[in-house]
Nanobody, 124 residues
Framework: VQLVESGGGLVQVGGSLRLSCAVS??????LGWFRQPPGQERDLVAV????????YYTDAVKVRFTISRDNAKNTAYLQKNSLKPEDTAVYFC????????????????????WGQGTQVTVSS
């Protein structure tokens, strides 16, 4: 599975960005967005599972971020609104053919592959 993220950039506090993740296979079931702030570990932000349907957000981004996918384009998105300086990070999308539960989705070991990441910088 190959994934390519795009859509990152520099944005002011309170602004919005939409990240895209192009996936090389149509049949991926679970896709998660992770982020890695400077000098910190990579953590889950949001995850979407196709079958059975499931969407999960961490408390830090709930309400502000929305994960979605366009099956016709094999692309997933992360719409980010009301951005804060603490949202500054490299964002990665990670995909799996497996059915991943809400708890296990936080662990990267369950994913099959991930992209190179896209930098998001929120300036104040």
């Amino acid at each position: 599975v190959q994934l390519v993220e795009s859509g990152g950039g520099l944005v002011q506090v309170g602004g919005s960005l939409r990240l895209s993740c192009a996936v090389s296979v149509r049949t991926f079931n679970t896709l998660g967005w992770f982020r890695q702030p400077p000098g910190q570990e990579r953590d889950l932000v949001a995850v979407m599972r196709r079958i059975p349907t499931m969407t999960y957000y961490t408390d830090a981004v709930k309400v502000r971020f929305t994960i979605s996918r366009d099956n016709a384009k094999n692309t997933a998105y992360l719409q980010k609104n009301s951005l804060k300086p603490e949202d500054t990070a490299v964002y990665f999308c990670e995909a799996s053919l497996k059915i991943i539960g809400e708890t296990t989705a936080k662990q990267e070991m369950w994913y099959d592959d991930w992209g190179q990441g896209t930098q998001v910088t929120v300036s104040s």
